[in-house]
């Protein structure tokens, strides 16, 4: 069965504190693994979208890495702005296009 | 990347009605995906929705409760049937590019509250 782990479910930093958020994944034929970013009350926010193991991508502090069981997102030197729960979905091989999500990672920054 | 609108926002109905909602996408594409997100939790796949044909369901959910419109490729609504309040969460519509490997992008979801 495709799964999607993410941990921890919540992490409080202080702003400038630099931190990785894990997605584990067991899926049949990965055809892609997606970051978002949800803040509350609004749709997820498309950050990242990762195919092949070694690969890496940035934007801004965050910079996302995917291995064939795993996926972190890491955030350096975070600000109170970068708050907000982050998403990690997998596309499953033989899929539509639809994804997978876990739980998330409810990511808290304090000044 | 596609920008994709959503009516209506947020919802109040009673039990036992029919709320529909609307997904609008700026572009054209291939495949728009209803989920749903109940308090605290992540998204769960409703139903993929293709021009031209019906709706794919997944596990849980069916037709009769969720029946999906796609009248042409920028365009989709989810009628959400005989509501009772496990219903009250919020439905959020996506949509995929012409090819299975594009990004994917959500609208900002409906808030929905049976009472």
């Known amino acids: 069965e495709d799964q999607v782990t993410q941990s921890p479910e919540a992490l409080r930093l202080q702003e400038g504190e630099s931190s990785s958020l894990n997605c584990s994944y067991t899926?049949?034929?990965?055809?892609?693994l997606f970051w978002y970013r949800q803040d509350p009350g609004k749709g997820p926010e498309f950050l990242f979208t990762l195919y092949s193991a070694g690969e890496e991508k940035e934007k801004e502090r965050l910079k996302a890495t995917l291995t064939k069981k795993e996926s972190f997102l890491h955030i350096t030197a975070p600000k109170p702005e970068d708050s907000a729960t982050y998403l990690c979905?997998?596309?499953?091989?033989?899929?539509?296009?639809?994804?997978?999500f876990g739980k998330g990672t409810k990511l808290s920054v304090k000044p | 990347s596609a920008v994709i609108s959503q009516k209506p926002s947020r919802d109040i109905c009673q039990r036992g009605t029919s709320l529909t909602i609307q997904c609008q996408v700026d572009?054209?594409?291939?495949?728009m995906f209803w989920y749903r997100q109940q308090p605290g939790q992540s998204l769960t796949l409703i139903a993929t929705?293709?021009?031209?044909?019906?709706?794919?369901?997944e596990s849980g959910f069916v037709i009769d409760k969720f029946p999906i419109s796609r009248p042409n490729l920028t365009f989709s609504t989810l009628t959400v049937s005989n509501m009772s309040p496990e219903d009250s969460s919020i439905y959020l519509c996506?949509?995929?590019?012409?090819?299975?490997?594009?990004?994917?992008?959500f609208g900002p979801g409906t808030r929905l509250t049976v009472l």
């Open positions: 979905a997998v596309r499953p091989g033989g899929s539509q296009g639809n994804l997978i």
């Open positions: 572009s054209q594409v291939t495949m």
């Open positions: 899926v049949s034929g990965l055809r892609g």
């Open positions: 929705a293709n021009q031209g044909s019906e709706a794919t369901y």
């Open positions: 996506s949509s995929g590019g012409i090819t299975v490997r594009n990004e994917q992008f």
